[in-house]
T-cell receptor
Framework: GAVVSQHPSRVICKSGTSVKIECRSL??????MFWYRQFPKKSLMLMATSNEGSKATYEQGVEKDKFLINHASLTLSTLTVTSAHPEDSSFYIC????????????FGPGTRLTVL | RKEVEQDPGPFNVPEGATVAFNCTYS??????FFWYRQDCRKEPKLLMS???SGNEDGRFTAQLNRASQYISLLIRDSKLSDSATYLCVVNKGGSYIPTFGRGTSLIVHP
């Protein structure tokens, strides 16, 4: 399968700071990437769809000014959690869609964010 | 009705058993279907795509039933290492946006 990296894998930060998470497709180009959040023992929740060269599309209830997404190239999308608070602590996972007739998604290893 | 529904389980089966999961979807225009596996505190990993004609990969068989709008995953000769959550994913018709089921938990015991 295709490889997607995510960095950092773990972040612990103080309340009020901003955290940037990078998602890279290593061996394919991804015009579309997705950002998810997953709380313990809960389902993956799609936060936003990131399209290369255009604005991200946010799911209902996700604040676009709080979760800034930039998809600057065909292999890189970033998610910035601005002014993080303890309730933002979660497992953030990105995925990249490989263009094919099936458009399979490949996931990064995730970033575990803990806001103190 | 939820867009993608799965029985959360858990399915508790002994090693060597055959187990099957179903996943129903509501959008008849859905085009692409997948099964992913997610281990605890890890990212989902693509297990297999589900083709119209069905597909098999070793002990795993996936089927699509468009008329009844469900996909299935059959695991034969279960191994302890098959214990995980199995996620059903459906791409909305006309787009690449995936919709995830809540997942079905499988526990294979000795």
């Amino acid at each position: 399968g295709a490889v997607v990296s995510q960095h950092p894998s773990r972040v612990i930060c103080k309340s009020g700071t901003s955290v940037k998470i990078e998602c890279r497709s290593l061996d394919f180009q991804a015009t579309t990437m997705f950002w998810y959040r997953q709380f313990p023992k809960k389902s993956l929740m799609l936060m936003a769809t990131s399209n290369e060269g255009s604005k991200a599309t946010y799911e209902q209830g996700v604040e676009k000014d709080k979760f800034l997404i930039n998809h600057a190239s065909l292999t890189l999308s970033t998610l910035t959690v601005t002014s993080a608070h303890p309730e933002d602590s979660s497992f953030y996972i990105c995925s990249a869609s490989r263009e094919s007739i099936y458009n399979e998604q490949f996931f990064g290893p995730g970033t575990r964010l803990t806001v103190l | 009705r939820k867009e993608v529904e799965q029985d959360p389980g858990p399915f508790n089966v002994p090693e060597g058993a055959t187990v099957a999961f179903n996943c129903t979807y509501s959008n008849s225009a859905s085009q692409s279907f997948f099964w992913y596996r997610q281990d605890c505190r890890k990212e989902p990993k693509l297990l297999m795509s589900v083709y119209s004609s069905g597909n098999e990969d070793g002990r795993f068989t996936a089927q699509l039933n468009r008329a009844s709008q469900y996909i299935s995953l059959l695991i034969r000769d279960s191994k302890l290492s098959d214990s995980a959550t199995y996620l059903c994913v459906v791409n909305k018709g006309g787009s690449y946006i995936p919709t995830f089921g809540r997942g079905t938990s499988l526990i294979v015991h000795p």
